[in-house]
């Protein structure tokens, strides 16, 4: 036996250890992440978005005009106000030659030191003989000083060419786009090169990563375009859009590990399946061309995307100039692999009410019963717009996100998702005052309009409305985290 002071020792050592692993469990710091709440669309008549967060302190704001004809930019302290920023026109097209039409997508990044856009254009005498470009400002605000133009991106064919991106990991630039490449049957194929001795220039072998022949990526037109790379947990995601810019635009996605050859087409794979595509019940029509940004506590990623809130076009969709700028948090799912869920409504984005004392539980609908569980699939069963009481103000209601009105109600004491029949009763049923959590602050208690001291809480794996009989289940059972 050890003498009593290595006991001593050995007891405050233990005790130590088991308040750091209590502390990391504890409910609070087990949610993933704090809300992250925006109004969509954010911008109308803005396609092709590109949001980038600078340590300047501001978002800058980047997309395609209807006229394709000029280059726009604004920035904000927070993605909201990036709505109402002003808008300054920072370039316009050439009126001959290369440069002179179909100004596309363009993105700013910044690298060493330095302002970059890069887009693509047509020529003025042949609008469809696209290519990749770039511009240069020195400036340490983009939105004043002198944009250069470095000129066209080259890559290995003088083909049509689009949607130029770069990201780095391990230490190393990489850009990324989309271009037609000889005797492949395609509109455009997904490739990757790395970066030359400056942001507009490659070097070395290119890579070809992916090219459109599932059935979703290829309806109306053959695409694989827009990439963006999001890069967590270790591994690289890297989004696509595919198909015609109709109702039939979806996204893809290749995820490679961060450790792997990212110039190795083996090292990507494939989703069968889109992750991200049109959505009837939410009114959200061809979702694509994103990129991605991260909200303003850092806390969050957000997804950067355009998209119609009709399906039907009349002529050509490059013709049609209603694509609108909208964000919402993507969230991860247990295995690391990010969750975009569906186009949310319009309207301020939705939350997810996530369990107190049952960390990673969400309240979410199956069947229309209100339930608590954790990995919920489909998200959006699990993400409600908190909106203004259909009983009055000073109240709240709990709308779903994949079924438009409907509500979260009691109904027997039963909490359960169902559709306003515009009722006093159904009103009353799913309006509730938000109080600060029952656990105290950081956490939110729903009470019951109709029936005071009841409280949404969670029971048997199913959510209640019941009386509040204070005690430390009752109240652990009844606070929330928004998320």
Request: with cysteine; hydrophobic share 35%; charged share 20%.
């Amino acid at each position: 036996m050890p003498p009593p002071h290595a006991r001593r020792a050995l007891v405050t050592a233990l005790a130590t250890l088991l308040a750091m692993i209590a502390g990391l469990l504890s409910p609070i710091a087990a949610h993933a992440s704090p809300p992250a709440q925006y109004t969509n669309p954010l911008v109308t008549q803005r396609a092709d978005p590109h949001i980038f967060r600078h340590t300047d302190g501001y978002y800058y704001l980047t997309a395609t005009v209807p006229e394709y004809d000029r280059i726009v930019l604004r920035r904000a302290t927070t993605i909201q106000g990036l709505a109402s920023a002003p808008e300054t026109v920072i370039w316009r097209k050439h009126t001959s030659g290369e440069m002179g039409a179909h100004i596309w997508a363009p993105e700013i990044h910044f690298i060493n030191g330095k302002w970059y856009i890069y887009f693509a254009a047509g020529r003025a005498d042949d609008i469809w003989r696209i290519r990749m470009y770039a511009l240069e400002n020195s400036a340490a605000n983009p939105l004043t000083g002198t944009w250069t133009e470095r000129g066209r991106i080259t890559t290995p064919w003088d083909t049509f060419a689009l949607d130029a991106t770069t990201f780095t990991t391990n230490g190393v630039r990489y850009l990324l786009w989309a271009q037609q490449e000889p005797n492949i049957a395609t509109n455009s194929n997904l490739y990757i090169a790395r970066m030359g001795a400056n942001p507009w220039t490659i070097t070395g072998a290119t890579t070809r990563l992916t090219v459109p022949t599932l059935a979703w990526e290829t309806r109306g037109h053959k695409v694989a375009e827009g990439p963006a790379v999001l890069q967590r947990n270790g591994r690289l995601f890297l989004t696509y859009s595919a198909s015609a810019t109709d109702a039939n635009y979806c996204l893809g996605m290749l995820t490679a590990s961060a450790s792997a050859d990212p110039l190795n087409a083996s090292s990507w794979t494939k989703n069968t399946n889109p992750v991200f595509a049109s959505n009837t019940a939410t009114g959200q029509y061809g979702p694509g061309h994103n990129s991605f940004t991260v909200s303003e506590d850092g806390h969050s990623d957000i997804l950067v995307y355009h998209d119609r809130n009709y399906r039907d076009i009349t002529g050509d969709p490059l013709n049609d100039p209603n694509r609108r700028t909208r964000v919402q948090k993507i969230y991860w799912r247990a295995d690391g692999t990010p969750d975009f869920g569906i186009p949310v409504p319009d309207g301020a984005t939705p939350l997810r009410l996530m369990s107190h004392d049952t960390p990673g539980s969400a309240i979410r609908h199956w069947d229309y019963r209100a339930r608590l569980e954790a990995n919920v699939s489909p998200l959006a069963d699990s993400q409600f717009r908190i909106v203004t009481g259909l009983s009055g103000s000073g109240t709240v209601s709990l709308e779903s996100t994949n079924f438009p009105g409907y509500y979260l109600r009691h109904r027997n004491h039963e909490a359960w998702v169902e559709r306003n029949d515009g009722t006093t009763l159904f009103r009353a049923d799913a309006s509730f005052t938000r109080r600060t959590g029952l656990t105290g602050s950081g956490t939110i208690s729903l009470e019951s309009v109709n029936f005071p001291d009841y409280y949404l809480r969670h029971r048997a794996g199913q959510a209640w409305v019941e009386q509040n009989d204070s005690t430390t289940t009752f109240e652990g059972n009844a606070s929330f985290v928004l998320e």
